[in-house]
């Protein structure tokens, strides 16, 4: 049921997002492409997608801090690819700082990236589903959306922001066959979090391995990272019909983090 549907993904050139593109695709899912890449970059990744799974994609490197630059980026694809059927909020940023010292610009990009442009390309999608009486919105927010952590006032705020806004779109969609639900991942193993890690192993004089099991170990009893592929597989599990009433819901894949 899902091959040739249509999926936006922000944030797809790397981690997650671009985990999420290849399990999507796997099913002959159209891509949306989008990141912090280069047009030339960002089109030879597309082009890669294309060929290895014969599917239609698109990439665009709008500014997601711009919501002029969303509306054209989402009216150039749904002009190109006649339809947004999947619309996945990935894109986000971090800064971590107490509350006292965190800088306005760090506070409202991240507002802006990790919460405000998911409203937008929300707005920008629901008539295309609406349309089409079928519509699957997973927004990847964070165990940050359900509890607190010191210095990351604006990550907090942003993340428990999208799971709000998930829980208005699910109201309002519920008779529309339009889903929307948060995924709320704890620790996972991406090339950006290998910066942490190294200062903690610098910190406490250990060995890379052991900070990183250090780390994980003091937020979430689970004891290892989650490979981006599993959020992938999740969110492939949310646009399937046996999800279909699965809405509305702020997901934990945090290894118990919150379970505490």
């Not at 806004?165 to 066959?177: D, H, N, R, Y």
């Amino acid at each position: 049921m899902l091959k040739d549907k249509v999926a936006l993904i922000t944030g797809s050139t790397s981690g997650i997002g671009l985990a999420a593109a290849h399990v999507l695709a796997e099913q002959g899912i159209n891509l949306i492409l989008h990141g912090l890449m280069s047009n030339e970059e960002g089109e030879a990744l597309a082009d890669s997608f294309a060929e290895q799974y014969n599917i239609i994609t698109l990439f665009d490197n709008a500014d997601l801090r711009d919501p002029e630059s969303i509306h054209t980026f989402i009216d150039a694809a749904l002009i190109k690819m006649g339809s947004i059927d999947i619309l996945i909020n990935n894109a986000g940023i971090q800064h971590t700082a107490s509350a006292v010292n965190f800088p306005l610009n760090k506070w409202n990009d991240i507002i802006a990236i990790n919460l405000s442009a998911a409203f937008h390309t929300i707005q920008k999608s629901l008539p295309s589903m609406q349309k089409n009486k079928w519509g699957r919105i997973i927004n990847i927010a964070s165990v940050h959306g359900l509890v607190g952590s010191v210095n990351k006032s604006a990550y907090c705020a942003a993340k428990h922001g999208i799971v709000g806004l998930t829980k208005v779109i699910a109201l309002e969609c519920a008779e529309q066959g339009i889903t929307a639900n948060s995924i709320c991942p704890g620790w996972v193993d991406t090339p950006l979090i290998n910066n942490q890690i190294a200062e903690v192993a610098a910190k406490e004089n250990v060995e890379f391995e052991q900070a990183k099991y250090n780390l994980v170990t003091a937020k979430q009893p689970l004891p290892e990272m989650m490979d981006p592929r599993q959020i992938g597989e999740f969110i492939l599990f949310l646009c399937s019909d046996s999800a279909r009433s699965i809405t509305g819901s702020s997901l934990p894949m945090d290894g118990a983090w919150t379970a505490q």
